[in-house]
């Protein structure tokens, strides 16, 4: 029969103590963490100027950030120029290929016309669906987009707008849908065969916000390359009769 002393029940006693006083201070210590976070996710919810800030200025590229004061995601901002042509830039910006997707964004993994490109009054425009892998644990991100590419006829500056279309995904289950792309590539002729182009992007990838507000470099690399991937062309349809009022700046 075994005997249970005092000095036993003592030191079960202290042994109980000890983890009650350590599972407490572990829940405090939760409870902190988690207060912090929330301050500090309202601190920067309601931070930023509401004004373009430059992050980075090298080799010919601009990169600015906005952060506007309610909103978790900036949005971005991109200036540089280019030796190119209307004509160029609309023969590479309306492929619509995942060749072309992947030049792009080595992440694309599908692609998939909707509505082919067609003409009205104010553009040319065409409907894409998209599908980008992510690195693990992410899963892939599809979206479907509206690319609308125009011409001002007096100061012949071409503009092509990338928006989504949330009602038009396919029936899948392979991806997170992405519901959030306003993009503008605006070209601007300035003389001497020089285009200035400004790229304003805002996005959601429906990523921590914080990963998605971290893409400057990302974007400064894609803009870097610009000049190469207007260099190239894999046109698989004759889309003259689409894009005739395109015209050439006359400096």
Not at 67 to 85: A, E, I, N, Y
Request: with cysteine.
């Amino acid at each position: 029969m075994t005997t249970v002393t005092a000095t036993d029940e003592t030191t079960k006693t202290r042994k109980t103590s000890l983890f009650g006083w350590l599972m407490r201070g572990a829940l405090m210590l939760v409870l902190v963490a988690c207060a912090a976070l929330f301050v500090a996710h309202i601190t920067w919810k309601y931070s930023g100027s509401n004004k373009w800030e430059l992050v980075i200025d090298r080799n010919g590229v601009k990169v600015y950030s906005l952060k506007t004061p309610g909103d978790v995601l900036k949005k971005f901002k991109m200036v540089r120029r280019v030796h190119t042509s209307m004509r160029q830039i609309v023969d590479v910006m309306s492929d619509t290929s995942l060749q072309h997707c992947t030049d792009w964004n080595p992440s694309c993994v599908a692609a998939q016309i909707i509505e082919p490109w067609q003409k009205d009054a104010k553009s040319v425009h065409s409907l894409n669906y998209y599908r980008l892998n992510l690195p693990s644990p992410f899963s892939p991100r599809d979206l479907v987009f509206r690319e609308d590419i125009s011409q001002d006829p007096q100061s012949k500056v071409l503009t092509v707008h990338l928006v989504t279309v949330p009602d038009r995904f396919p029936d899948n289950n392979c991806c997170v849908h992405v519901t959030h792309i306003d993009n503008e590539w605006r070209w601007t002729p300035v003389g001497n065969g020089q285009v200035e182009l400004v790229l304003t992007d805002e996005l959601d990838p429906r990523l921590p916000y914080f990963m998605t507000n971290a893409r400057a470099e990302q974007l400064y690399k894609l803009i870097s390359h610009v000049p190469t991937l207007l260099s190239i062309q894999r046109k698989q349809y004759d889309y003259s009769k689409l894009f005739d009022f395109i015209q050439e700046p006359t400096n």
